[in-house]
């Protein structure tokens, strides 16, 4: 799939591009970094809070994200459901 990877040690990797744009897709509009992070960390769920990294990430680090859309990055197992089931639509 797009944008996606798995090695061998059973770490799920994605673009870091893809991820950008199923923020937009959740929030409706291109994110700011500040959307970006506050999203990735979770902040917009009802039920529970999990970053979709494994640790909450700041608007600055979302802010090197929009600068390379084809890095892969370990994104963690609760992170990558959460971007599959589309949570926020």
Not at 32 to 53: I, T
Not at 58 to 73: D, I
Request: glycine residues 10%; proline residues 6%.
């Amino acid at each position: 799939m797009a944008g996606f990877a798995q090695n061998k040690n059973d770490e799920s990797k994605m673009m870091l591009g893809f991820i950008v744009r199923r923020c937009a897709a959740d929030i409706g509009h291109t994110p700011s970094p500040d959307e970006v992070a506050s999203w990735a960390n979770g902040d917009k769920l009802k039920d529970s809070r999990f970053c979709l990294f494994g640790k909450e990430i700041s608007p600055t680090a979302a802010k090197v994200m929009f600068t390379q859309p084809g890095r892969l990055v370990t994104v963690s197992p609760d992170g990558m459901a959460r971007i599959w089931k589309g949570n926020g639509r």
